[in-house]
């Protein structure tokens, strides 16, 4: 993927948002970590949350904004977003924590609390200093402006590495409709959608339902096809909004052929960041795609790529760059999926390792071994069973994750 060039904001503006960012000190010193969107009257948004049954209390804010937000399209959106302390595992003082600061916005932005989403990344467990945020809010709201996208793909992050920013341009009959989105994500992230903070915002005119079902289904393929560490946060959540800032007639029907052009693009952009926040993994060297194909169905084939892309030993021997393909075999076996042992074939790249139940003829240790010092590596798994198939993307597992996570505390 291209490298993206932070150093213009203004490259990333999209008509009928603004955005602020400021440093509040809730976890981070003289760091960014609060970070506010607003979408003017008469935009829409979508989302996808995390299944996680420990779910924090801005999931359940934020899903609800989202469920009643297609009835009222005269005021405008507002999304806020903190890093540093999750708001997860709080009790009742993390609701009434939300309930604070969404009061707050309100009263500086003239909107409804039903037109404000929250949504918090960092430590569970740690009550959410939600004075330091109430503060920071009229810095917050009197400093939005359109071209300060970086600072707060910035602020949203946690021990992430670099901030993740996708922004596509295209043409739709004859007008250019454009679509921007930021992600945080690095540790705890496994596919149950969804699996990092993400804020994807376009300017095309579509209705909710439409954009709702879009974002569902590309969810699955892109943020629902990657894992780090098979764990599944408690605050994660994907927003696909839209300001309908668009020149254009409206997309109303699931039948119009432009919603085909559009997905592509969207696509394009949530598996773009996807991939990013996969390859900032913490303490990742290695980008890893699974390709699953010849299963029974795709479930099963999704079942198996996760049961090799989340094995410790798989992950351990891509680290240490040692060709033991025995180990996704004992992935697979273990996926508790059906296959027949005799049909399945095994590529690392191009170069076959095993296949017909036993190592493959063509099998060459020192080529592979070659191959395992790539910094991008793929892995095709071949079952001869059925059509289907499931592509997902994953990172090695390195000494520096247990060290990263060990003191992600201090």
């Known amino acids: 993927m291209k490298k993206i060039d932070f150093s213009n904001n203004k490259k990333f503006m999209i008509r009928g948002a603004r955005f602020s ?152 009959d004859k007008n250019f409709i454009s679509i921007l989105g930021i992600a945080k994500g690095s540790g705890m992230i496994a596919p149950n959608m969804a699996t990092m903070l993400s804020f994807i915002i376009t300017d095309i005119k579509i209705s909710y339902a439409i954009l709702q079902k879009i974002t569902s289904n590309l969810s699955d393929k892109t943020f629902n096809s990657i894992t780090v560490d098979s764990d599944t946060s408690t605050s994660d959540m994907v927003l696909v909004s839209t300001t309908s800032s668009a020149n254009m007639k409206p997309i109303k029907k699931f039948s119009d052929n432009r919603i085909k052009q559009f997905s592509k693009t969207l696509e394009l952009v949530m598996k773009e960041l996807a991939i990013e926040i996969v390859k900032d993994g913490e303490g990742s060297n290695k980008l890893i795609e699974y390709q699953i194909i010849g299963a029974l169905n795709d479930k099963s084939a999704k079942n198996i790529a996760l049961s090799i892309a989340n094995s410790p030993l798989v992950k351990t021997a891509i680290a240490g760059e040692d060709p033991n393909w025995g180990r996704v075999i004992m992935a697979i076996g273990k996926s508790g999926e059906k296959v027949s042992p005799e049909k399945i074939e095994i590529k690392f790249g191009d170069l076959k390792v095993a296949e017909k139940g036993k190592i493959s003829e063509e099998y060459n240790e020192e080529k592979l071994k070659e191959y395992m010092q790539w910094d991008s590596l793929t892995v095709e798994v071949n079952l001869r069973l059925g059509q289907g198939s499931f592509e997902c993307y994953t990172c090695d597992l390195t000494d520096d994750y247990v060290k990263i996570n060990a003191d992600y505390r201090n």
């Not at 934020?62 to 999304?79: F, H, L, T, Y």
């Not at 909107?111 to 330091?132: F, H, N, W």
């Open 21 to 172: 960012s400021l440093c509040a000190n809730i976890k981070y010193k003289d760091r960014l970590d609060l970070t506010l969107i607003l979408l003017e009257a008469g935009s829409i948004v979508t989302g996808v949350f995390t299944n996680s049954k420990t779910k924090a209390p801005s999931v359940i804010w934020s899903k609800k904004v989202v469920k009643s937000a297609s009835k009222n399209e005269e005021e405008p959106i507002a999304i806020v977003i903190n890093s540093g302390n999750a708001n997860a595992f709080t009790g009742k003082e993390g609701t009434q924590a939300i309930e604070k600061v969404v009061s707050e916005i309100a009263e500086n932005l003239k909107i409804s609390k039903k037109r404000i989403l929250m949504a918090s990344t960092g430590v569970i467990g740690e009550p959410l200093p939600y004075k330091k945020i109430i503060d920071k809010i009229p810095s917050l709201t009197q400093n939005l402006t359109e071209n300060q996208v970086v600072d707060c793909a910035k602020a949203i992050m946690t021990t992430d590495t670099y901030p993740k920013l996708r922004f596509k341009k295209f043409k739709l």
